[in-house]
């Protein structure tokens, strides 16, 4: 079922839904070298140079592992939109909120990793590679409640996880 991200597949050698670990998506966005690796623990990793934000969003949160200002409700709607929440400090005025809400007119892009839970056993589990989006609509501020529009629609094993029930 390997897809590339259709042109992109030059610029980054991901897969759509695929699984990969934090590590191995930073080296594929060239975040990380083997001269330098970036030290980085959010959610949303924006890269200026490229024009790209991308998303890590884990999907079922734990209050051990989160604090109650990042239990962010992220899901997908249907197999083309999905309900994603800014970092709670993200207002619509901000130059980040803006930078989401003016996405398409602005020629950046935005790219979704999910997983299910921070881990499986003792390990981190891997993201899935959703693929790119497209800002849709938005409600609300600090945190911003943001629908995409996915590129390529989701398929059954991926909506089986993101769907909220």
């Not at 734990?62 to 207002?91: A, G």
Request: glycine share 4%.
């Amino acid at each position: 079922m390997d897809k590339p991200l259709v042109g992109f597949e030059d610029e980054y050698p991901l897969d759509l839904y695929c699984a990969y670990t934090f590590d191995q998506i930073l080296v594929a966005l060239g975040k990380h070298t083997e001269q330098k690796r970036s030290s980085f623990r959010e959610g949303v990793l924006y890269l200026a140079e490229k024009k790209l934000d991308v998303f890590f969003v884990t999907l079922n949160k734990s209050e051990k592992d989160y604090s109650p200002s990042t239990m962010y409700q992220d899901y997908s709607i249907n197999e083309e939109l999905f309900h994603w929440q800014s970092q709670s400090r993200t207002t619509v005025e901000s130059l980040t909120g803006q930078r989401y809400l003016n996405q398409p007119v602005n020629d950046r892009k935005v790219l979704f990793f999910v997983r299910e839970y921070k881990k499986e056993g003792a390990f981190a589990s891997p993201f899935t590679c959703l693929g790119f989006a497209d800002f849709q609509s938005h409600y609300g501020t600090a945190p911003i409640s943001i629908v995409w529009k996915m590129k390529e629609p989701l398929p059954g094993f991926v909506m089986r996880k993101t769907v909220k029930v």
